[in-house]
T-cell receptor, first 113, second 118 residues
Framework: AQSVTQLDSHVSVSEGTPVLLRCNYS??????LFWYVQHPNKGLQLLLK??????LVKGINGFEAEFKKSETSFHLTKPSAHMSDAAEYFC???????????FGTGTSLTVIP | NAGVTQTPKFQVLKTGQSMTLQCAQD?????MSWYRQDPGMGLRLIHY???????DQGEVPNGYNVSRSTTEDFPLRLLSAAPSQTSVYFC?????????????????FGEGSRLTVL
């Protein structure tokens, strides 16, 4: 079975400081992993995805994530937070060819001016 | 670029009423799905389809029906609304990978439909 655990339900950072949103996954096979962002009252937008190519994945808006198989982690980072980064972030896992995406419960990021 | 379009954006129902949430995509995606989003629970899959005429249940299918008569449309029907179905509903589509599933492709989301059942 596949699942993801987002270790923090809320993260608060000051503008200009680094962002770290943590995600651990459980999968019997080589998974595909995604990070999505949801701004208030909006749909979800893909930030980045890992699909068994390079383990360090770069996404939009300066975000990146590193796939660490030994730690079953896929943490999302950004060197310097911007006010516009305030949103809900979801870690998602699926199997190649699978029919279901499994979502974490989300991490709410607050950016303090 | 319409992408995934959901209607209505907001709806209030009384217990026992029925309604249909509409979803249409113009990307020729074979895979379409419906999720509900509840506070602290992430997104949970209700039903999905890997092509016209093919549907299957997700994690929380009870109380919902779907059909897929065309590639573009994937309506979600609430047969007899209950307060427990108060939620935000998202439709999402993707191209089909190997074995007909979404594969490693990303999901494209609509902007959501907020449903309140009184």
């Amino acid at each position: 079975a596949q699942s993801v655990t987002q270790l923090d339900s809320h993260v608060s950072v000051s503008e200009g400081t680094p962002v770290l949103l943590r995600c651990n996954y459980s999968s019997s096979y080589s998974p595909s992993l995604f990070w999505y962002v949801q701004h208030p009252n909006k749909g979800l937008q893909l930030l980045l995805k890992y699909t068994s190519a390079a383990t360090l994945v770069k996404g939009i808006n300066g975000f990146e994530a590193e796939f660490k198989k030994s730690e079953t982690s896929f943490h999302l980072t950004k060197p310097s937070a911007h006010m516009s980064d305030a949103a809900e972030y979801f870690c998602v896992v699926t199997l190649p060819g699978g029919n279901q995406f499994y979502f974490g419960t989300g991490t709410s990021l607050t950016v303090i001016p | 670029n319409a992408g995934v379009t959901q209607t209505p954006k907001f709806q209030v129902l009384k217990t026992g009423q029925s309604m249909t949430l509409q979803c249409a995509q113009d990307m020729n995606h074979e895979y379409m799905s419906w999720y509900r989003q509840d506070p602290g629970m992430g997104l949970r899959l209700i039903h999905y389809s890997v092509g016209a005429g093919i549907t299957d249940q997700g994690e929380v299918p009870n109380g919902y029906n779907v059909s897929r008569s065309t590639t573009e449309d994937f309506p979600l029907r609430l047969l007899s609304a209950a307060p427990s179905q108060t939620s935000v509903y998202f439709c999402a589509s993707s191209y089909a990978g190997l074995a007909g599933g979404p594969g490693t492709g990303e999901l494209f989301f609509g902007e959501g439909s907020r449903l309140t059942v009184l």
